[in-house]
């Protein structure tokens, strides 16, 4: 699969505060960079994750990198790449004109899970590499009533890569 | 049991504060009625919050401890956004407080409410809108540490009404900011002292992370041990005695022509603690071009923002420098090093002025010189800024760190005036100069009377030339001498005024008027402002044009 050079991929652990988020954001704003995805979870009652992803050229990269590391409520900033960790985005479609061929080609190609809605309409709920729900949208651009993505989440395999080596 | 209010108080005392600027009002009155029984905190009660943050940003120059204000909800906070920026910008240590509208009214339009949280996220280092006792202790706690350490930066906290009335027992368990300073590793350290020792025309240049780190005399020993010119940025400025012969003084758009060309001509440029502003280094491509340049800076996203280092060092100023000191003992020896010889003299020659002390009207250059000899080494200097800054810049030496004070990167007019009332509340048996111009002048002149009620006496020299001077000589060099809205007229009496607001106000028009003036201001020790007529088209040279290289230095019209 294409890698855009300058899509960028980062996971932040930050203090589960009011105003983080606009923080984070702000950082961002001022310098024009536009947030493709962003996505939060709680870890614990102080921490929480946020994955980000932007595109940016890797000489402005690193400066932000440092930016987001000296912020007070930011607690760790590590970057993710499609080719050694793990990215995944959920997506959610609604289907016309489908009957229960599409359904198990979904289910087979994409490894979805569908359910039948009506005769035609078909629910589709992917967890994907974002590049995949991509490829999804395109083949059956024609068919899809409405859709939702969740925006992309990063599980980074850092940890494991040095215990290998 | 214990009140958010008192909490507030006794967390402030806990962290050394005994004195606070600011100007109350209804979201914040319950700390007030708690202050009132503080006797060992004292207020000062400024006349606009903007000019009370100057005067906590003053104090917290002038002593590296932090510097608090405090001021009500809505437009007594927004009021505080141009202190807290300009304190951001220099990386200054100021805890600012204000009041907020109950937790229950918040977003609710209620009187005096402003989102100032959002407002504050890109003016501080951080900030904190604590909801309940919790998180206003950790919040204070944690404001202190956080402004204080590594490179040091304001940290806001808006405090709602009922959270300063809340009653309970408080616990700090909602974060702990802690912040290890980085440590270079003994092969950057040897590497870079290597590069150095083998340099035949090094620089240093100072900037203010120098001075916040307490390195001045490792760099003076660093300077005289490798016989490399000292220069400066405006931050930096004092970080060398300015009498010192390894000093050429500031580098940037108004620094000396010795300190401009030493950098030009360096073979390595060791920039310790500065951000390389374009004020500093004119067009980037240009700045030292035949130099391998090292960069030591505590702030790790500084190394590489602007200029690419050859090297760049992650560490504080005085642990970084006392390293490769050490490492070079062993490589060089004392004033053998480099090869700058005589050229030295000249560069330092080079940046000389004639001063006229006889022409009428004065040149403005002259009344900051002649201003040097009522300074003593322990007192302060403030400035405005524009021309009157840049003035202070080129014509007065600073003996020490943190004696020159004045607004680097916001470029505030009307820092100079009330961050002068703060470092007198600091260092009450020092005397404090505002160096200003009439422009600036304008705009905190109504924080005299503070300078009179608190009996803070500063001495407030105006270099008054009824114009925006700086703007005026852009449109003169850069926009065909088409004056536009710089013409302040001189209608107004600076001295009457100053007397209205309780202070002495002379107004001088030749030197020897002003040496009496200055001799009578420092005998009665009250506050003085003198109004000094001078040149009106007067230009500060030398100067780089706006995305001019160093090389393109102007330095007569």
């Known amino acids: 699969m294409a890698v855009d050079e300058n899509k960028r991929f980062i996971v932040l652990r930050v203090l589960n505060i009011p105003g983080v988020m606009e923080r984070i954001s702000s950082i961002f704003a001022r310098r024009g960079i536009n947030i493709d995805t962003i996505t939060v979870g709680v870890i614990n009652g102080k921490t929480s994750q946020i994955s980000l992803t932007f595109n940016l050229p890797e000489d402005k990269f690193e400066n932000i990198v440092k930016v987001l590391e000296k912020n007070p409520c930011i607690l760790e900033v590590k970057i993710g790449s499609l080719e050694s960790d793990v990215i995944r985005e959920a997506f959610v479609a609604v289907l016309r004109d489908c009957d229960t061929n599409v359904s198990d080609y979904i289910r087979i190609r994409y490894r979805a899970r569908t359910t039948l809605l009506s005769e035609s309409k078909l629910l589709v709920e992917l967890l994907a590499d974002p590049r995949v729900v991509n490829e999804f949208k395109e083949e059956f651009t024609d068919r899809i009533e409405s859709f939702s993505r969740s925006g992309v989440m990063i599980h980074t395999l850092n940890h494991y890569r040095k215990l290998k080596a | ?557």
Request: net charge neutral; aromatic share 8%; charged share 20%.
């Open chain 2, 1 to 557: 049991m214990v009140s958010g209010a008192k909490l507030l108080v006794d967390k402030l005392r806990e962290n050394g504060v005994k004195t606070i600027f600011g100007i109350p009002g209804g979201a914040v009155l319950p700390f007030f009625d708690e202050l009132y029984k503080a006797e060992d905190i004292e207020f000062i009660l400024a006349r606009h919050e903007q000019g009370a943050a100057h005067m906590a940003d003053g104090y917290a120059r002038a002593t590296g401890r932090a510097g608090v204000v405090v001021t009500t909800s809505g437009p007594g906070a927004t009021n505080l956004a141009t202190g807290v920026a300009n304190a951001y910008l220099d990386s200054s240590p100021v805890i600012s407080i204000s009041g907020q509208v109950s937790t229950s009214l918040i977003g609710y339009d209620a009187f005096q409410e402003a989102n100032i949280f959002s407002m504050m996220i890109g003016l501080t280092k951080m900030n904190f809108l604590p909801r309940n006792l919790d998180e206003l202790s950790s919040a204070i706690e944690n404001a202190f540490k956080i402004a204080l350490s590594g490179r040091p930066g304001p940290v806001h906290i808006d405090i709602p009404r009922d959270v300063q009335l809340m009653e309970g027992e408080p616990m700090n368990n909602i974060f702990s900011y802690s912040y290890n300073p980085p440590v270079p590793s003994d092969e950057e350290i040897f590497l870079v002292s290597r590069i150095l020792a083998d340099a035949e025309r090094p620089v240093i240049l100072a900037g203010g992370g120098v001075i916040m780190s307490g390195a001045s005399s490792e760099l003076i020993a660093f300077a005289e041990l490798l016989n490399a010119p000292v220069v400066t940025t405006l931050m930096g400025k004092g970080s060398i005695p300015e009498d010192h012969p390894l000093s050429l003084g500031c580098v940037g758009m108004h620094g000396k022509l010795g300190a401009i060309k030493a950098v030009q001509e360096s073979d390595v440029l060791l920039a310790v603690g500065t951000r390389f502003s374009d004020r500093t280094t004119g067009k980037l491509s240009g700045f030292a071009p035949r130099a391998k340049k090292i960069h030591v800076d505590i702030d790790r996203s500084e190394i590489g923002k602007l200029l690419k280092p050859d090297i760049g060092i992650v560490g504080d100023a005085k642990h970084v420098l006392s390293r490769i000191y050490s490492n070079l003992l062993k490589m060089v020896q004392k004033g053998k090093a480099g090869r700058w010889g005589e050229r030295l003299k000249q560069l330092k020659k080079e940046s000389e002025f004639l001063y006229d002390y006889d022409a009428v009207p004065v040149k403005p250059s002259t009344v900051v010189k002649v201003l040097n000899d009522y300074v003593a080494p322990g007192d302060f200097v403030t400035t405005e800024v524009g021309q009157c800054q840049m003035y202070a810049s080129l014509h007065f030496l600073a003996k020490r760190p943190r004696q020159f004070i004045s607004s680097g990167g916001l470029g505030t007019m009307g820092f100079g005036l009330p961050a002068a009332i703060g470092v007198k509340a600091a260092f009450r048996e020092q005397r404090v100069f505002d160096i200003a111009g009439d422009g600036s002048f304008f705009m905190t002149c109504n924080q005299l009377p503070v300078s009179v009620d608190y009996e803070l006496p500063i001495i407030v020299v105006v270099l008054n030339n009824y114009f925006l001077g700086m703007v005026r000589q852009w449109q003169e060099l850069f926009y065909g001498r088409r004056y536009m809205a710089v013409d302040l007229k001189g209608k107004a009496d600076i001295a009457r005024v100053s007397e209205g607001f309780g202070a002495k106000g002379f107004k001088a028009t030749r030197i020897s008027e002003l040496k009496e003036v200055l001799q009578i201001a420092i005998k009665q020790n009250e506050t003085t402002v003198i109004d000094v007529v001078v040149e009106r088209e007067d230009n500060v040279f030398p100067m780089i044009p706006p995305a001019a290289t160093l090389d393109e230095v102007i330095v007569r019209r």
